[in-house]
């Protein structure tokens, strides 16, 4: 039921910006907009958690970051062209009739599903009552991580068309490469922290975003760009499947959509509003080299606290 609502009032939600012009109404509708789109991703990662075998968590919830990107990147690579050939409205009715198509397919794929009841909740209940400080240093790790994300969503294109000059068709190349990155790298990144564990991936994702973050503030041409984005991505896919993989094990087998929906709401998109937010302030008073170098920063800050996070981890087990 969320998926179907989530899909279908996207789409309505998104023709609402061909009618109207000034910015308060802009704002109210990106409010619900986002709102409705909340009610797509916690409960698909928590269907997909709840439901993979022991020791392929990552690898299941990486398919999701997969097939996150891969639409992303089906999204911004003609939208560009679009918006240039038929104009920006056309941008807008494009993305609302794929939203009605995803609900259409969500009614038809999820008719015939029966959900599981779990019978575990005290057990786990008392696990996270254990590991509710471990749990706490992980969201705030990844808001950290987030915020960069937030800057780049917001201010990659105006960074790239100042320095480059580039068209906006381009800028979506850019878009289209970051999302086919993620695409490539989610599920490879997921089975390999299977292997070698999520918080060696998670330290390592933290690492390699703050390298890039800090990358971006020097980059001077199109293909430099194009590079970073590529490493930024690897960095991405290294941390979200296993971080989210992390979060899942510790909530309750019947509260996965919960626990996922909390960990994106909070953790994820804390980042991610602060990133865009506090980025254009900096960006305002020291420049777009100063606001991605925050990104980064941001990343090395998460890398520190993700050291606090294993040592209480780790106690926590003993």
Sequence with gaps: MPLAVGTFLCGFTVLLFTLVQELFYIF?????WGLFRSAIFGPSRGFIAAGAPVGKKTTRLAIVTAIIAVSSSLGALPSGFIAETWGFKTVFYFSATVSFLGGLLVL????NTIPVKYKLRGRFKLKLNKESKALTLQCLVTAFQFFGLGVIVAFLP???TGRTGVSMAEVGILVSVRGLVAMLFSIPMG????????RIMMFFG???TALAMAAFSFAGSFAAFVFIVVLYNIGYTAFSPAALSLFSSSSPPDRQGTAMGFYGAICENTGIVAGSAVGGFIWSAWGGQAAFMSGAAASLIGAF?????????????N
Excluded: E, P, Q
Excluded at 108 to 111: A, C, L, N, Q, V
Excluded at 191 to 198: E, H, N, P, Q, Y
Excluded at 311 to 317: A, P, Q
């Design 206 to 208: 933290l690492l390699i």
């Design 158 to 160: 105006l960074l790239v």
């Design 305 to 317: 606290i993700f050291i606090l996070f294993i040592k209480l981890n780790v106690n926590s087990c």
């Design 28 to 32: 109210i509708i990106f409010f619900f």
């Design 191 to 198: 089975m390999l922290a299977d292997r070698i564990g999520t």
């Design 108 to 111: 038809w794929g999820y008719r």
